[in-house]
């Protein structure tokens, strides 16, 4: 992904430095914006699906967002968003993991 980052904002920079004309410029920025934008989404949505299968709930992947990508979504609205997407973990599969990461918690503060 940050490759992928890293090339469109190259291609951004050379836009710039280009003798082309500005509402081609301003075209091809919005473009690129527009496909960072989607890399973002892309990235937090597979963020949020292995943090989900790993035994977080869904208020905490949606804090995460907030902080990781600036992404501001309920976890309500989070669930909804992500009921039954491709890679996600059964409900009582994630549970088991959530309450096996919780007794590990509580083992080690012990």
Avoid: H
Wanted: overall charge neutral; proline content about 2%; charged content about 30%.
């Amino acid at each position: 992904m940050n490759e992928e980052k890293s090339k469109i904002i190259t291609e951004l920079a050379d836009y710039v430095r280009s003798d082309l004309p500005v509402q081609e410029i301003i075209d091809n920025f919005q473009y690129l914006i527009q496909k960072l934008d989607y890399t973002n989404r892309v990235a937090a949505i597979t963020k949020a699906i292995e943090r989900l299968n790993a035994g977080c709930t869904y208020d905490y992947v949606a804090a995460g967002l907030r902080e990781w990508y600036g992404i501001n979504i309920s976890s309500q609205e989070l669930a909804l968003l992500l009921y039954g997407a491709e890679g996600l973990l059964p409900r009582e599969i994630r549970y088991k993991r959530q309450l096996a990461k919780q007794e590990k918690k509580t083992n080690q503060t012990e």
